[in-house]
Antibody
Framework: QVQLQESGPGLVKPSQTLSLTCAVSGGSVSSGGYSWSWIRQPPGKGLEWIGYFYYSGSTYYNPSLKSRVTISLDTSENQFSLKLSSVSAADTAVYYC????????????????????WGQGTVVTVSS | DIQMTQSPSSLSASVGDRVTITCRASQSIRSYLNWYQQKPGTAPNLLIYATSNLQSGVPSRFSGSGSGTDFSLTISSLQPEDFATYYCQQSYSTPLTFGGGTKVEIK
């Protein structure tokens, strides 16, 4: 059973870089067909996709954050990471890591991305 | 970006009620639509993918329908454990986007 666990500082100062790690257990980040994603949820609000490290080796980021975001894979540690630079109070949120699986629904010829496994989430507050 | 709009934003219902939540995309997303359930303090959990396919382990009282721009999630007989917030999400194109959520509360 694959499990994901986020870790990192719970408090980051404005203008600094937020760094989080998602440890993967019960499976490998190198497994074919899976991508690895970060999603966040500001307090009392909805979900925002940050980006993912696609199984092809490419990265895709939300344009609203693209200039500040880096998602990388560490196969030796079996984990993936998020770096978000120049943070402000607007970046305060619960940050989730998630596995993206390209499921092929019945009758379909191509895969369809779903967030099938999530970490429990980690709260990050941006404040001086 | 494809905007996802859910309605209602909240609803009150009783155990046993039939509940329907709608989700509208700002452009056609064919059937690239997923539904997630989120309970307070926990991560979202996938319920339905590709509009109408039930994720493994999800009770059959949940169902989804639609195509193009208009979609719906139906709970045929609301159970106590179904009180939660529900989100739709499109996988048609990046950036992947979610609806604003529908909170289902106890009447």
């Amino acid at each position: 059973q694959v499990q994901l666990q986020e870790s990192g500082p719970g408090l980051v100062k404005p203008s600094q870089t937020l760094s989080l790690t998602c440890a993967v257990s019960g499976g490998s980040v190198s497994s074919g067909g899976y991508s690895w994603s970060w999603i966040r949820q500001p307090p009392g609000k909805g979900l925002e996709w940050i980006g993912y490290f696609y199984y092809s080796g490419s990265t895709y980021y939300n344009p609203s954050l693209k200039s500040r975001v880096t998602i990388s894979l560490d196969t030796s540690e079996n984990q993936f990471s998020l770096k978000l630079s120049s943070v402000s109070a607007a970046d305060t949120a619960v940050y989730y890591c998630a596995r993206v699986y390209a499921v092929v629904p019945p009758g379909w010829l191509t895969g369809f991305d779903i967030f099938d496994i999530w970490g429990q989430g980690t709260v990050v507050t941006v404040s001086s | 970006d494809i905007q996802m709009t859910q309605s209602p934003s909240s609803l009150s219902a009783s155990v046993g009620d039939r509940v329907t939540i709608t989700c509208r995309a700002s452009q056609s997303i064919r059937s690239y639509l997923n539904w997630y359930q989120q309970k307070p303090g926990t991560a979202p959990n996938l319920l339905i993918y590709a509009t109408s396919n039930l994720q493994s382990g999800v009770p059959s009282r949940f169902s989804g329908s639609g195509s193009g721009t208009d979609f719906s999630l139906t709970i045929s007989s609301l159970q106590p454990e179904d009180f939660a917030t529900y989100y739709c999400q499109q996988s048609y194109s990046t950036p992947l986007t979610f609806g604003g959520g529908t909170k289902v509360e106890i009447k």
